[in-house]
Nanobody, 123 residues
Framework: QVQLQESGPGLVKPSQTLSLTCTVS??????????WHWIRQSPGKGLEWIAH???????YYSPSLKSRTSIFRDTSNNQITLQLFSVTPEDTAVYYC???????????????WGRGTLVTVSS
C-alpha cells in the first residue's frame, strides 16, 4: 500500500521560508484520481488544510494561506513539496502529507497519511 513520508527542518526562524517534502512510495503521484494534500495541526488546535496538488498537477490553496504558500511536485522522484514563506511562530505545527481519493474534479476522504513532522518557528 502507498506510504507517505514527510521531511523537512524541525526548526525555522521567523521570516524564513519553510520547505517540506512528502515522498510517496508504492504509488505514483500522477495516478488518477488521487489528490495530495498538506495539512497541519498547531498545538492545542484542530487540523488545518493548507493546499493540495492533483494527479494532473493542478493546485489548490487555502484562502487564508494562499498568499504565502506554494505546492509543487517532482514526478521523477514522486515527491510533493510545500513551501511556506515568511513564517511566524503561529506557523508552529505538525505538518502532515495525506492522500485523498476521488474522481474528476473532486475527492472524498483521506485514505493515507504520513506520520507528520513537527516544525517549530522560533528565533
Amino acid at each position: 500500500q502507498v506510504q507517505l513520508q514527510e521531511s523537512g527542518p524541525g526548526l525555522v526562524k521567523p521570516s524564513q521560508t519553510l520547505s517540506l517534502t512528502c515522498t510517496v512510495s508504492d504509488g505514483s503521484i500522477t495516478t488518477k484520481f488521487y489528490y495530495w494534500h498538506w495539512i497541519r495541526q498547531s498545538p492545542g488546535k484542530g487540523l488545518e488544510w493548507i493546499a493540495h496538488i492533483a494527479y494532473s498537477g493542478r493546485t489548490y490553496y487555502s484562502p487564508s494561506l494562499k498568499s504565502r504558500t506554494s505546492i509543487f511536485r517532482d514526478t521523477s522522484n514522486n515527491q510533493i513539496t510545500l513551501q511556506l514563506f515568511s513564517v511566524t511562530p503561529e506557523d508552529t505545527a505538525v505538518y502532515y502529507c495525506a492522500r485523498a481519493s476521488g474522481g474528476l474534479g473532486y475527492y472524498t476522504g483521506y485514505d493515507f497519511w504520513g506520520r507528520g513532522t513537527l516544525v517549530t518557528v522560533s528565533s
